[in-house]
């Protein structure tokens, strides 16, 4: 199970016994932009993670407004020696007021990230109010294996809009010939987890597209375009099964679509 290493986050820098202003909440992983929650951040090689969390308390200029500060993404091995690091100056101006501002970072494996343990290390450095926090977040990569990766699936939509959720399938077993048989089925549910429309149906080799070549990379992106056509709180969840290996694997998450109409009411 992920866990959140450091529940309270400490302030670097700082003389001992001085209040500190910065903090780091709500640190979320997630299906990508806007994402719903992903609650199993077991990655597989090429699998990428995101994650989105809360900046407060940043120091702001009085003549301009605005907050300056850098975040720095890091990504430790097991023993917590830095593998990747990057700095990115962010000099942005809270308009709707306050003090906070979102962040995301994302780190995406290669798919011949070595199976273990890693560590997600984000620091924010407040420029202005001169303080810096971090927070260090524990993940774990599995054996490469049949199964979905590089989910994107945004976790609210509106009536009207063309909502698709994108993933890809992976180290599907083939035949004497390379080619899979996988189905993959896509419902929707309501919130007491009963389908509210036919699901849809697709089949690989049958549905594989021209310009992949299972022979090269065993990896198949697929999306599934669902028209919204009212509010509500539902569930999308998608099945494949591998008749060749007789292995099927689950994605399940839920989707909230907003009356707009009786937004501001």
């Not at 010939?177 to 996988?182: A, E, G, L, W």
């Not at 549910?189 to 990379?217: C, H």
């Not at 539902?234 to 998450?253: Q, V």
């Amino acid at each position: 199970m992920t866990r959140l290493l450091v529940a309270s986050f400490i302030a670097l820098g700082l003389a001992v016994g001085q209040a500190s202003a910065l903090e780091l909440k709500n640190i979320r992983p997630c299906y990508g932009p806007l994402g719903a929650t992903r609650t199993d951040v077991k990655c597989m090689p090429g699998d990428v993670l995101f994650m989105t969390y809360d900046i407060e308390g940043l120091a702001l200029d009085r003549k301009t407004g605005r907050a300056n500060y850098v975040t720095t993404l890091e990504l430790l091995d097991k023993t917590q020696k830095s593998t990747f690091k990057k700095d990115t100056p962010n000099d942005v101006a809270p308009h709707l007021g306050g003090t906070r501002m979102p962040g995301d970072l994302h780190v995406i494996l290669p798919r011949n990230q070595a199976p273990g343990k890693y560590f997600i290390k984000l620091t924010v450095q407040d420029r202005l109010g001169k303080e810096s926090k971090s927070f260090l977040y524990e993940f774990e990569v599995v054996a490469s294996t049949f199964g979905f990766i590089g989910v994107s699936a945004q976790a609210v939509g509106f009536p009207g809009q063309h909502y698709s959720a994108h993933f890809a399938i992976v180290d599907m077993s083939l035949d004497s010939k390379k080619s899979p048989n996988v189905d993959v089925m896509m419902r929707v549910l309501d919130n007491k987890q009963k389908p509210v429309a036919m699901p849809i149906f697709s089949n690989l080799p049958k549905d594989l597209p021209e310009e992949i070549d299972l022979k090269k990379e065993n990896f198949v992106p697929m999306q599934y375009p669902i028209y919204l056509n009212r509010a509500g709180s539902f569930f999308i969840e998608i099945m494949a099964r591998d008749k060749i290996a007789n292995k099927t694997i689950e994605l399940r998450y839920p989707l909230t679509v907003i009356d707009l109409a009786g937004i501001g009411k």
